[in-house]
C-alpha cells in the first residue's frame, strides 16, 4: 500500500463505514493511538504524518472483527487490497 493522503483517505473511510469516527488529538497515549471500543472512537495522535498514521489505522483495522460483507463496493475492494498485501507499505 503507498503512504499517500489519499491511502488515508480510504482507510478513514473504511473504518468509518465500521461506524468508527476517527480523531486526530494530541495526547499520552504510547502506542500513539487510543481505541474506545465501546464507543467506537479511534484517536491517534495528531503529530504523525500521514505514513504513521496509516500505520495506527492498520494496525487497527488488524485488531477488529466484523464481517466485510457490511462494505461498500469501494471500501470492500480496498479492504481486500490489504488483505493481499498483508498491510505492507511497500518500502
Do not use: P
Request: aromatic letters at 10%; hydrophobic letters at 40%.
Amino acid at each position: 500500500m503507498s503512504l499517500t493522503k489519499h491511502s488515508l483517505q480510504k482507510l478513514e473511510a473504511l473504518l468509518t463505514e465500521l461506524g468508527y469516527v476517527i480523531r486526530y488529538e494530541k495526547g499520552s497515549f504510547n502506542s500513539g493511538y487510543c481505541l474506545v471500543e465501546d464507543r467506537k472512537i479511534v484517536v491517534v495522535n495528531k503529530f504523525f504524518d500521514v505514513a504513521g498514521r496509516i500505520g495506527v489505522l492498520l494496525e487497527i483495522l488488524e485488531t477488529l472483527d466484523f464481517d466485510a460483507g457490511i462494505l461498500g463496493d469501494n471500501s470492500a475492494k480496498f479492504y481486500k487490497k490489504i488483505q493481499e498485501s498483508g498491510g505492507e507499505d511497500g518500502t
